[in-house]
């Protein structure tokens, strides 16, 4: 098993971002972003990383090889405050497991740094099997699915949630998205 660790976003990253921004690695987010929106997402996470509302890091293997991202930002979800998850392995990193130990490892730094909010959040597409896994191997809880429309066209996604302070799925708030 590949050893991993998560280590904060710095500005020199934006090349994990352009190296994630390809039709494959896209194909369930509605296709790549311009090279502007990859410079503004790269600013954004220093940004939000900086002002403690977002917590942005590499997924680095043992030798510090860069094998994706994972990322929690303050959301709000059905109404009340959330953390919300999400996630990128790159090609030659995926069918691993990296994704799932990544988001174990999250799980814990959030439920260390979430304040009042009680549940982490992710919301994959409806159709990435990959990471909805990610989502039920983490031991979230699915509890619906909804569209709109994310980079320019409609977008089905699942709604996964996972109580960071030890309540169970019956205390998630039922009103629609």
Do not use: K
């Not at 990128?88 to 990544?102: C, K, T």
């Amino acid at each position: 098993m590949d050893t991993i660790r998560l280590r904060l976003w710095t500005a020199e990253d934006i090349d994990l971002l352009r190296a994630a921004n390809t039709p494959e690695m896209t194909a369930h987010l509605n296709g790549p972003e311009t090279e502007e929106q990859v410079i503004d997402r790269n600013e954004r996470y220093l940004r939000l990383g900086a002002a403690g509302e977002a917590r942005n890091f590499v997924i680095v293997d043992a030798h510090d090889r860069p094998l994706g991202s994972i990322a929690y930002w303050r959301a709000d979800w059905r109404g009340e405050p959330v953390l919300e998850a999400g996630w990128f392995v790159l090609p030659e990193a995926q069918g691993r497991g990296i994704a799932s130990r990544a988001l174990a490892l999250v799980v814990d730094d959030a439920r260390e740094h979430r304040g009042a909010r009680r549940l982490l959040t992710a919301f994959p597409a409806a159709d990435n099997a990959a990471s909805n896994g990610v989502c039920r191997r983490g031991g979230f809880t699915h509890t619906g699915t909804f569209t709109e429309e994310f980079r320019g066209a409609n977008l089905t996604m699942n709604e996964w949630a996972l109580a960071l302070d030890g309540s169970g799925a019956d205390t998630f708030p039922t009103s629609p998205r």
